[in-house]
């Protein structure tokens, strides 16, 4: 018999095992999804009885419910377990509460969870798909890819692209997924931030590394820019959120200064007047909020193709359902 | 109890301690060795061993073993992880204090010490602590436990962050004549690392262990040695810099000796990748120049001896995602194998060495029994298979725990007999 070889495999974990294809499989199947939230009936039939947990063992609004209103726009059945309300804060291991779920007959795990890794660890564990939605600091790639989609969206490419992901990298998962997956697209990548908050030898992956904003602005097409978590402040990486802003904040003051038009991203929430000034978190240069209405989209994809839909018939949706 | 003589034939006897290499016949009466020959007579009641193809050695010790009891028998005991030592040649083993409670008092050491007679493998010599609780704050009973079988003292797994504590342990220690042990890390830079930092942890995104974290510390102790006149033994040394401290610290005549683990020797950051907690352990694994210098440092005698940081964890507790998981390998059963076949076979170390580094050398920093077969000396003795060719099957392990990095890996060379006191305290079953 001839299985076809599934697109992205069982799961989808992070964008540094994926190729290049895959990924511009996933993005070009996004844009066939991108018009079923614009409808009046948003919802396909294309995950119909299929059973969906959203296991996040940690706190999030925005990427739970963007995974949320993907699924529910497919059909899909889906249940929210969110760390307060789990076993888990009565002991029960990771293993187990994944076995408990696969028992009860599910079809993939949507999981977020402090520790990096923990998403390969459920993947290798049970024979459901399962979706990385933030591990630890080593991976979002559903934030990857839908910043990659509103980039080719804004700028109509990725190739050769100049990309500074701006901020906290050492503690971030978006950057990493930026970095692998805008490297496979051939954009060049670049960080700057403090360097308490910089992972070592990133010049080794093929980032460059710019030590003051203002050089990192002055290269860039497109920056990416990280939410600062308040509590490195505690940990010492910075002295004050007021020295951040001044020296890292992204301001109008400083994108007037760079050479070109600059795309603005943030994965958000954002901390106006610390990473980012409000007049630029709502200047003419961002697309924060086509970020997130692209997130969906991306989910959309990644769901329908995990779940063994062909990118080849996915602009079927666009018809399929339509009231 | 009397203990039957036993008489080894033919083997081929590597002992540095008296600069022996060749085949003789070894008797052990009452416990101890009797005759070191060609054509010992025959003995009455003597069991044989056909040494031909075997190598004789002195017992192998292992200077640094977590064997968890009391507080942890889930992970480990005395007794099993005596008869793990026996089984992978060791005929002694040096017990780490971070018990719960940790081994930081007289009763505490006698009770290890007890438990290891009881058991009767391979001898069980307790460390005490350094610190009261392993708290770092006030010196233990260093003489009342030394008094008790103490052989040094060290707050393993625990390092001592404050100096002016390690300067007063290195001085007090001396009245007893035990060396001071340390884990040396500074906590201030390791932070909450999961692994080494380096590429590997930037792609991961784990937290990382910079090499200046334990190179700070063996400087220190280095220091703290000289200013003291003391004995300061270096643990598990994983870093180029390390060595080269050690090896200087050496040249200028100071009192410091340093050991080197068998992962650190073998292995580097890389087998993090995929986050196997199986590759976990503190020090982390580091980078290839630092293990190509634990090789050097191991070869050139900078790192005095072989010892395995036999680390047991449950299976439960391994089976988590990565920075969940607790730092540690099991190594008893491994070791042997892995030095004979990576060093031994390779050519870059003869047999005298390799046991001068996991049997003389340990009996000789910790002042233990052993580490030679002269006549009169303790029967203790490791006879070893340098033919034998096996795969490491963590199933098969007698430690309780499983968690080694070696899984899969094909070996040669095997313990035959292990003999401690002139009692044969494991075999290896022939088919």
């Known amino acids: 018999m001839n299985q076809p070889v599934p697109v992205l ?105 402090a520790s990096s890794g923990a998403a390969k660890f459920l993947a290798e564990r049970i024979p459901s798909h399962v979706i990385n939605a933030g591990d630890g600091r080593h991976e979002h790639p559903t934030q990857g890819l839908l910043d990659m989609l509103t980039i080719r969206d804004h700028l109509g490419r990725l190739e050769g692209l100049r990309v500074c992901i701006v901020g906290d990298v050492l503690h971030s998962r978006v950057a990493r997924s930026n970095i692998f997956g805008l490297l496979k697209l051939g954009a060049e990548v670049a960080v700057s931030g403090p360097k308490t908050l910089l992972p070592v030898r990133m010049e080794e992956l093929g980032v460059q590394v710019f030590p003051r904003v ?43 200064a760079a050479p070109r038009d600059i795309l603005v991203l943030h994965p958000g929430p954002m901390n106006r007047g610390v990473e980012i000034d409000s007049d630029v978190a709502d200047g003419p240069n961002q697309v924060i909020l086509k970020q997130v209405t692209n997130g969906v989209a991306v989910r ?18 666009r018809e399929a359902g339509e009231s | 109890m009397i203990i039957r003589p036993l008489l080894i034939r033919g083997g081929r006897v590597v002992d540095p301690s008296q600069g022996l290499d060749e085949v003789l ?25 056909d040494g031909n193809g075997l190598i004789v050695m002195p017992g192998l010790i292992d200077a640094h073993v977590h064997l968890r009891e009391p507080g ?15 089984a992978g040649g060791f005929t002694a083993v040096c017990a780490m ?52 079988g103490a052989v040094a003292v060290t707050d393993d797994g625990r390092p001592v962050m404050d100096s002016g504590l390690m300067r007063m342990a290195l001085e007090y220690a001396q009245a007893f004549g035990i060396p001071v042990v340390d884990h040396p890390e500074d906590l201030t830079l390791s932070r909450d690392g999961s692994m080494n930092e380096g590429l590997v942890s930037s792609r991961l995104g784990l937290r990382g262990k910079p090499n200046a974290a334990e190179d700070i510390h063996i400087v220190r102790d280095i220091l703290l040695a000289e200013l003291t006149g003391g004995r300061i033994h270096l643990q598990h040394v994983s870093t180029r810099q390390g060595v080269d401290a050690i090896r200087r610290a050496k040249a200028r005549g100071l009192q410091v000796t340093g050991e080197a683990s068998p992962h650190h020797l073998l292995l580097t950051d890389e087998a993090v990748d995929g986050y196997r907690t199986e590759a976990k352990m503190n020090p982390p694994l580091r980078s290839p120049e630092d293990r190509d210098a634990v090789q050097e440092g191991l070869l050139d005698g900078t790192l005095d001896m072989v010892a395995t940081d036999h680390a047991p964890h449950h299976y439960d507790e391994k089976e988590a995602a990565f920075d969940d998981a607790p730092n540690g390998v099991v190594g008893l059963e491994t070791a042997l194998g892995l030095i004979h076949t990576h060093f031994v076979l390779t050519g870059r170390m003869d047999l005298s060495t390799m046991v001068e580094r996991m049997s003389v050398a340990p009996a000789r920093v910790f002042s233990l029994p052993g580490g030679t077969l002269r006549v009169g000396s303790p029967g203790d003795v490791t006879v070893f298979d340098p033919q034998g060719e096996w795969v490491v099957d963590p199933v098969r392990f007698l430690s309780k725990s499983r968690n080694t990095p070696f899984a899969g890996w094909t070996l040669k060379g095997k313990p035959r007999y292990t003999v401690v006191g002139g009692a044969v305290v494991w075999e290896e079953k022939q088919k």
Request: hydrophobic letters at 45%.
């Open chain 2, 72 to 86: 942890q028998e889930h992970k480990e005991t005395i007794a099993s992880g005596a008869r793990a030592a026996a």
């Open chain 1, 214 to 256: 203002e050089e990192a602005l002055e290269w860039a097409h497109v920056i990416n820019v990280l939410r600062l978590q308040l509590e490195r402040m505690k940990g010492g990486y910075i002295p004050s959120l007021r020295e951040y802003n001044r020296f890292y904040g992204i301001t109008k003051a400083r994108l007037d």
């Open chain 1, 9 to 113: 495999g069982k799961d989808l974990i992070g964008l540094e095992p994926l190729s290049r294809e895959q990924i511009l499989t996933i993005l070009d199947t996004a844009e066939h999804f991108k018009d079923v939230s614009e409808r009046k009936v948003k919802k396909v039939p294309v995950l119909r009885g299929k059973t969906i947990v959203n296991l996040f063992f940690e706190a999030s609004t925005r990427t739970r419910i963007s995974f949320e209103f993907a699924q529910k726009r497919l059909s899909a059945d889906t249940v929210n377990i969110t760390a307060s309300a789990s076993s888990v804060v009565k002991g029960e291991t990771l293993v187990d509460t994944a076995r408990n779920l696969e028992a009860m007959r599910i079809d993939m795990v949507v999981m977020r969870h």
């Open chain 2, 97 to 148: 204090p971070n018990t719960d409670p940790p081994i930081d008092d007289p009763a505490t050491v006698g009770f290890v010490m007890a438990e290891g007679k009881r058991v009767g493998v391979a001898r069980v010599y307790p460390m005490g602590a350094i610190s009261v609780g392993m708290k770092g704050e006030a010196l233990t009973e260093f003489g009342e436990m030394v008094e008790a």
């Open chain 1, 300 to 317: 959309m994809a990644v769901l329908y193709l995990l779940a063994g839909g062909k990118p080849e018939i996915a602009h079927t949706v």
């Open chain 2, 25 to 49: 016949d070894l008797l052990l009466v009452n416990g101890a060795v009797s005759a070191l020959s060609k054509n010992v007579g025959p003995a009455a009641e003597a069991r044989e061993i």
